[in-house]
């Protein structure tokens, strides 16, 4: 994630601690509300968060 940041494709203010702890929950939660799935979609979604508008 730090390369990511340095290469300018993550976001700079991006701390890598809370972005896995934030991804974790994310998933998490869709695990134990079997009405929305991680899928490929949610997936997408959340690195699109990520990145920047011009890397994705």
Not at 27 to 55: G, K, W
Request: net charge negative.
């Amino acid at each position: 994630m730090r390369r990511a940041q340095t290469d300018g494709r993550l976001r700079p203010d991006v701390d890598p601690e809370v972005l896995v702890d934030q991804l974790r929950g994310a998933c998490h939660h869709r695990l134990v509300t079997p009405s929305r799935p991680v899928n490929e979609e949610f997936a997408d979604s959340l690195v699109a968060n990520l990145l920047r508008e011009n890397c994705f």
